[in-house]
């Protein structure tokens, strides 16, 4: 079965460098979810898109920005990066309506900044 | 705001022993769902069970089930017949039934699993 999509597994960039990390949904899954896992902390929810229209905000930096396309795919778009930001940055999908059956997770971007 | 407490960092079992792992919440709401999601070295994050709030029927997947206390705000995990493959982290994660899609994890127990 199609599984959630992301790329690129591992990013590495410089302090104040961008970086833009991607996410495929499951096929008809039209709602998308960021979160972000620090190093031996548990998932932070960022930001959640349901037809291509921001539907939740965590706790994202105004550095970061994300926006889900036609194709249901997302990015996450991150702006002068700092050497906290490196982290595992998860995606996961639900079809609409779906979210409290639990989402399906991406294995991840693993983003390191130097 | 809700909160999810794991106390255990860190459980150890036999191989085809049974292991409970403990999990607290702390809400005002009424209606909600739990997760217990299994992160292996491969770093991927896997639903293994989920229960609903206003179910009092404790859930079930195979060798996974679950002992749901709502008055005590309490979701742990047993695992039975434990396998060389369960050995991961094990996070506890809540969501509100109301308009949110955040899921609010615990800081997780790892799980090691000897022969």
């Known amino acids: 079965a199609a599984g959630v999509i992301q790329s690129p597994r591992h990013l590495i960039k410089e302090k104040r460098e961008t970086a833009t990390l991607k996410c495929y949904p499951i096929?008809?899954?039209?709602?998308v979810y960021w979160y972000q896992q620090g190093p031996g902390q548990d998932p932070q929810f960022l930001i959640s898109?349901?037809?291509?229209?921001?539907?939740d905000k965590g706790s994202i930096p105004d550095r970061f920005s994300a926006q889900q396309f036609s194709d249901y795919h997302s990015e996450l778009n991150m702006s002068s990066l700092e050497l906290g930001d490196s982290a595992l940055y998860f995606c996961?999908?639900?079809?609409?309506?779906?979210?409290?059956?639990?989402?399906?997770f991406g294995s991840g971007t693993r983003l390191t900044v130097v | 705001a809700q909160t999810v407490t794991q106390s255990q960092p860190e459980m150890s079992v036999q191989e085809a022993e049974t292991v409970t792992l403990s999990c607290t919440y702390d809400?005002?709401?009424?209606?909600?769902?739990l997760f217990w999601y299994k992160q292996p070295p491969s770093r991927q994050m896997i639903l293994v069970i989920r229960?609903?709030?206003?179910?009092?029927q404790n859930a079930t997947e195979n060798r996974f089930s679950v002992n749901f206390q709502k008055a005590a705000k309490s979701f742990s995990l047993k695992i039975s017949d434990s396998q060389l493959g369960d050995a991961a982290m094990y996070f506890c994660a809540y969501r509100s039934a109301r308009n949110t899609d955040k899921l609010i994890f615990g800081t997780g127990t790892r799980l090691q699993v000897f022969p």
């Open positions: 898109f349901y037809e291509k229209m921001q539907s």
């Open positions: 996961a999908s639900s079809p609409v309506g779906g979210a409290h059956y639990g989402y399906t």
């Open positions: 809400t005002s709401e009424s209606d909600y769902y």
């Open positions: 096929p008809r899954h039209d709602t």
């Open positions: 229960q609903e709030a206003y179910k009092q």
